[in-house]
């Protein structure tokens, strides 16, 4: 059975930082293309983050120099670390784990940026 298990998410003042971690089970997570959507109340969920199975990141261009997505692959888990937040970054995180054939999702984790 499949399992994506995002953690890490919460409340921060802007200017703060958090870090995501989601934990995979159920896949060959080395195989996996990796990422981290969002999505906030009334818009498109949208891609924040991904990383390919060979190390290769990929970011929204709103998230550039502020987010790193990594990947730890003796762990199963993929983690964003998120700078200098912003209020438009409040929404739900969702971890994605992509392979050619299929793709998994996470229950999502709340995070808000707010004064």
């Known amino acids: 059975q499949v399992q994506l298990v995002e953690s890490g998410g919460g409340s921060v003042q802007p200017g703060g930082s958090l870090r995501l971690s989601c934990a995979a089970s159920g896949i060959i997570f080395t195989l996996s293309t990796m990422g981290w959507y969002r999505q906030a109340p009334g818009k498109q969920r949208e891609l924040v983050a991904s990383?390919?199975?060979?190390?290769?990141?990929n970011y929204v261009s709103s998230v550039e120099g502020r987010f790193i997505i990594s990947r730890d692959n003796t762990k199963k888990t993929v983690y964003l670390q998120m700078n200098s937040l912003e209020p438009e970054d409040t929404a739900a995180y969702y971890c994605?784990?992509?392979?050619?054939?299929?793709?998994?999702w996470g229950q999502g984790t709340q995070v808000t940026v707010s004064s």
């Open positions: 990383v390919t199975s060979t190390g290769r990141s």
């Open positions: 994605n784990a992509k392979f050619p054939q299929s793709n998994y």
